[in-house]
C-alpha cells in the first residue's frame, strides 16, 4: 500500500484562479514527481524532484510551478488557471536502494471552467 | 510518446481469455516498468524488468523483456473481471529508475 497522498481529488475552478495541488508521502523518498495525463491515458512528466531544494522542469512543458522545502511535500501550483489546463495531475516518489519502482497518488482531476 | 508504443490501444477479451500487451521502445531501455490504473485513479505498481531480458511472473500476469527487439510484453493467462483497467508501461532511459517515460496505454475490458 503506497503512502503517497493528493489532495483535492477533484477541483473545479474558474479562469484566472491560483491553486495549489498537495501531494505529500510518508516513505522518506528523496525523488519526487508530477505526471500530467491527457484524457488519451499518456503520461508525461512536467516536474520532478530529487530532494529538498532541488526542482527540475520535466519533458512537457508547463506553467505550473513547484517546491521542495520538506522531504515529505511538493506542492504544484498554477498562479492564474485556464482551461488548458483542465487534465488529470498525478504524483509520484520513488527511492533509492533495492525497491526503485515509483509510487504513485491516487490523483487531482481538474477542471477549469 | 512516441519512444515507447504501446499495443493495443484497446482490447476488450472474454472472461478466461488469455491476453498479451506490448510494449516497444526506439531507445535503448535500462529498465521497463509495468502499471495498472483504474480509470480516474492512480497508478498500480505491477513488476520491473532490468535491463539484458528478464522474465517475471505474479499471480496470473507474466511479464518480458526482450534486450534485442527492446520490447516488453505482458501476458495475462486466464483473464478475469479484476484485470480490467489502463496497463502503462514505463522506461528508464537514464538508468537512474527515475524520471519514467510512459507508454500510450492500453485499455482492457473483460466481459463475462
Known amino acids: 500500500e503506497a503512502d503517497i497522498y493528493q489532495t483535492p481529488r477533484y477541483l473545479v475552478i474558474g479562469t484566472g484562479k491560483k491553486i495549489t495541488l498537495e501531494c505529500s508521502q510518508t516513505m522518506g523518498h528523496d525523488k519526487m514527481y508530477w505526471y500530467q495525463q491527457d484524457p488519451g491515458m499518456e503520461l508525461h512528466l512536467i516536474h520532478y524532484s530529487y530532494g529538498v531544494n532541488s526542482t527540475e522542469k520535466g519533458d512537457l512543458s508547463s506553467e505550473s510551478t513547484v517546491s521542495r522545502i520538506r522531504t515529505e511535500h511538493f506542492p504544484l501550483t498554477l498562479e492564474s488557471a485556464r482551461p488548458s489546463h483542465t487534465s488529470q495531475y498525478l504524483c509520484a516518489s520513488s527511492g533509492t536502494g533495492g525497491r526503485t519502482e515509483a509510487f504513485f497518488g491516487q490523483g487531482t482531476r481538474l477542471t477549469v471552467v | 510518446s512516441q519512444e515507447l508504443e504501446q499495443s493495443p490501444q484497446s482490447l476488450i477479451v472474454q472472461e478466461g481469455k488469455n491476453l498479451t500487451i506490448n510494449c516497444t521502445s526506439s531507445?535503448?531501455?535500462?529498465?521497463l516498468y509495468w502499471y495498472k490504473q483504474k480509470y480516474g485513479e492512480g497508478l498500480i505498481f505491477l513488476m520491473m524488468l532490468q535491463k539484458g531480458g528478464e522474465e517475471k511472473s505474479h499471480e496470473k500476469i507474466t511479464a518480458k523483456l526482450d534486450e534485442k527487439k527492446q520490447q516488453s510484453s505482458l501476458h495475462i493467462t486466464a483473464s478475469q473481471p479484476s484485470h480490467a483497467g489502463i496497463y502503462l508501461c514505463?522506461?528508464?532511459?537514464?538508468?537512474?529508475?527515475?524520471?519514467?517515460?510512459f507508454g500510450t496505454g492500453t485499455r482492457l475490458q473483460v466481459t463475462l
Open positions: 531507445k535503448t531501455l535500462y529498465g
Open positions: 514505463g522506461a528508464d532511459y537514464t538508468g537512474t529508475a527515475s524520471k519514467l517515460t
